[in-house]
């Protein structure tokens, strides 16, 4: 550190002798000094017309900032990945893969909550903090130099960098095995339009702007947000649409809690035939563990209806508020229904645990 201060001296003293720059990067090159700290030393000072060398504002950390910034960089890092995981989620609808249990459009389409819910925070912050950054910086408020925003700025391009190669690989690898369908395809593109934004974006800011040159860095910078907003609004719009209003969702829900009771009555029913030997007369004839009921309607709470068919028949009926288009995650084909009073009739299998 002692040596880079008295570099710094050597040519601070040098450029007011008035010898040119190039002269002094020329004798410490002889004399063995890296060109990276000659040209650090040189830096140091700023080039403007002045009678003594001119320094330059060194880099500093301000507590402010640091927490500006901190919030900054994790909300465009959780925007990122939740702009990815709808598009990716997106395009698991479009191009179902029947080989995977993931395809359920069910579960696709609540797996979509979370992540629009938390773009819907994240994004906003992100982008108020990124436009107040700059307008305070152009202000002259804070400056371009915080050692905090270079850090994180330089963290952000090699995470950008490292999932660009990552995502070039795996289209690679792909391409090799034969297995580059049009949902991988969209899937690397994905990835590599948002890492891409990221690392173009913060390249261009860690490059210092001339002050004459500022206004088009401005510009673009503008642009190139914009660009980004229209994106994540037409992602959450179109992941709200496919989700449906809340009022829907809670109608779903409500909804598989009535499927849910339907699968442990049935449970039960089969229970209370294997000690029996006989189908129970109603739901109330039941034995469930202490503290546990027979299960309700949860709005009415209205018993499900049940009726004796046979020596193994009976059947099971609740009112449901929506139609199931698609069998809930992991549920048998069975529970699909329709809307309002729906039925279903089950038998005791001879063969069964239950009938033995």
């Not at 903090?129 to 910086?137: C, F, G, P």
């Not at 442990?264 to 546990?292: C, H, M, Q």
């Amino acid at each position: 550190m002692a040596v880079q201060a008295d570099l710094v001296a050597f040519v601070g003293e040098a450029l007011r002798q008035g010898i040119p720059r190039a002269r002094i990067e020329q004798v410490l090159s002889e004399a063995g000094w890296p060109a990276a700290r000659v040209n650090e030393a040189l830096q140091s000072y700023a080039v403007v017309e002045f009678p003594i060398p001119v320094p330059r504002p060194k880099p500093y950390l301000s507590a402010f900032e640091a927490f500006l910034y901190l919030v900054m960089f994790s909300a465009l890092y959780m925007s990122a990945i939740d702009l990815g995981q709808l598009a990716f989620k997106f395009i698991d609808l479009v191009f179902p893969d029947r080989a995977t249990d993931y395809s359920d459009p069910v579960f696709l389409i609540q797996s979509l909550r979370w992540p629009v819910a938390q773009l819907i925070i994240a994004f906003p912050v992100f982008l108020y903090l990124t436009v107040y950054v700059h307008r305070v910086m152009d202000a002259g408020a804070v400056r371009h130099d915080s050692r905090v925003r270079k850090w994180l700025t330089y963290l952000t391009l090699f995470a950008a960098a490292i999932v660009l190669i990552g995502d070039l690989t795996s289209l690679l690898y792909n391409l090799i095995s034969g297995e580059l369908t049009a949902r991988i395809v969209l899937k690397v593109l994905t990835v590599a339009i948002i890492a891409g934004a990221i690392f173009g974006y913060y390249l261009r800011d860690v490059r210092p702007a001339e002050p004459m040159k500022r206004p088009v860095v401005t510009m673009q910078h503008r642009v190139l947000l914009g660009g980004v907003t229209a994106v994540v609004i037409a992602a959450v719009a179109a992941s709200l649409i496919v989700i449906g209003s809340p009022e829907k969702q809670r109608q779903r829900h409500l909804d598989e809690v009535r499927s849910g009771d339907l699968g442990r009555i049935v449970n039960e029913v089969r229970a209370y035939f294997s000690s029996y030997k006989a189908l129970p007369p109603t739901l109330d004839a039941l034995v469930l563990r202490p503290g546990r009921e027979v299960p309700k309607d949860p709005v009415t709470r209205a018993p499900y209806e049940y009726a004796v068919l046979g020596p193994v028949r009976y059947r099971l009926c609740a009112d449901f508020q929506l139609k199931a288009e698609y069998a809930w995650s992991g549920r048998r084909e069975e529970w699909r229904h329709g809307k309002g009073h729906t039925c279903f009739e089950y038998e005791i299998e001879p063969n069964s645990p239950a009938a033995r």
